[in-house]
């Protein structure tokens, strides 16, 4: 049983050797063009109101992309429409170049491999730190935690290299209801990660965060760039200065400006409705 277990390398001796972030990858996913995520045209109104608006987007395989925009640009919507939680009135929405994500439902879109953490951390409280990566593996998140001794190697390797990654490998026997705003937030991305995804959807990550810890957030979320296909939804302008990678800009629903952090701040439009703030 884990509880028997003194320290963290008692229970993962092993290197860090991070092969299982490779992601599971779909049988019929097809990046062969290196774009995971084509949005074109896409629009939807909530009576009458354009929560977005004609929104084209492209992110590549492998990609980091931060998405900043003030509150209410739709952020949030454009997850819903990714992980089919909202369908747009129009436009086109696919996965690689073969999935289409309107003709999906929403559990059939997680399981073709794009995970979503949203904006408010949903741990299990009760449940140690190592219980909630065991669960996260598990189709019934109600189940009760399996004895350690049942787990595959395989599953210990994904859990141990999971604890290192959201750093908290020292954690691990701690209650979750017992951790930092910020840990529990690692925590979720660890929790996300243990389900493979290719692509990773994670809103605003570090609201509410310490500025230390949202250090740790970006050193994290960089780690796994390249790795994983990342889009990361912030209204932080610092922390998305810190990962410093293509930066889209929404504002009113639609892409007001795209580039590298000193284009964004070098702006005209961008500094009018966003920096000016
Ligand atoms: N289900 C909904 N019904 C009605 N209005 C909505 C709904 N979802 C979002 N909105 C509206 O759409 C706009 C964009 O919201 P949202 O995507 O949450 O923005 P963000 O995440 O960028 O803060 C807001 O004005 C919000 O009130
Ligand atoms: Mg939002």
Known sequence: MIQSLKTFREFWPRDRVFDFLVPDTHPTLDTSHKVILYLEGISVSFDGFKAINDLNLYVDEGELRCIIGPNGAGKTTMMDIITGKTKPDTGIAWFGQTINLLKH???????????????????????????????????????????????????KDMIGQTLEIIGLAELFKARAGSLSHGQKQWL??????????????????????????????????????????????????????????????????????????????????????????
């Open 188 to 277: 979720e991305i660890g929790m996300l990660l243990m389900q493979k995804p290719v692509l990773m959807l994670v809103d605003e990550p570090v609201a509410g965060m310490t500025r230390q810890e949202m250090e740790k957030t970006a050193e994290l979320l960089t780690s796994l760039a390249g790795k994983r296909s990342i889009v990361v939804v912030e209204h932080d302008m610092d922390f998305v200065r810190s990962i410093a990678k293509k930066v889209t800009v929404l504002h009113q629903g639609a892409i007001l400006a795209e580039g590298n952090m000193d284009e964004i701040q070098n702006n005209e439009k961008v500094r009018e409705v966003y920096l000016g703030e």
């Open 105 to 155: 439902t929403e559990p059939e879109i997680a399981e073709a491999g794009i995970g979503r953490k949203f904006q408010k951390p949903t741990v299990f409280e009760e449940h140690t730190v190592f219980e909630n990566l065991e669960l996260s593996m598990s189709a019934d998140k109600r189940a009760l935690p399996t004895l350690f001794s049942s787990l595959s190697g395989e599953q």
